[in-house]
Nanobody, 115 residues
């Protein structure tokens, strides 16, 4: 079955960095767009960015220049490198794919940016 597992979250000071990972299994990872989302307390889930199977990535304006999405198809993994973190980046981060019309989500990983 399709499974997505995020890791790498934690507590970091403003200006710090974290690298999130998303490990996929149960489907042909190479062929799918992989999305990163986040959900802050009391807010709706928002899309942070996505990356195609061939590695073309895009990011929302609020994280451009600070966050970088990448993937390693050989490891069925995707990554979200987050630099220059701000308190407003505090959220649970999720990876997501849509396969045959069904959306699959990982369990999420908490990122807290605070001094």
């Amino acid at each position: 079955q399709v499974q997505l597992v995020e890791s790498g979250g934690g507590l970091v000071q403003p200006g710090g960095s974290l690298r999130l990972s998303c490990v996929a299994s149960g489907f042909n990872f190479n062929g799918y767009l992989l999305n990163w989302y986040r959900q802050a307390p009391g807010k709706e889930r928002e899309k942070v960015g996505s990356i195609t199977g061939t590695g073309h990535a895009n990011h929302i304006d609020s994280v451009k220049g600070r966050f970088t999405i990448s993937r390693d198809n050989a490891k069925s993994s995707a990554y979200l490198q987050m630099d220059s973190l701000k308190p407003e980046d505090t959220a649970v981060y999720y990876c997501n794919i849509i396969r045959l019309g069904v959306a699959y989500w990982g369990q999420g990983t908490q990122v807290t940016v605070s001094s």
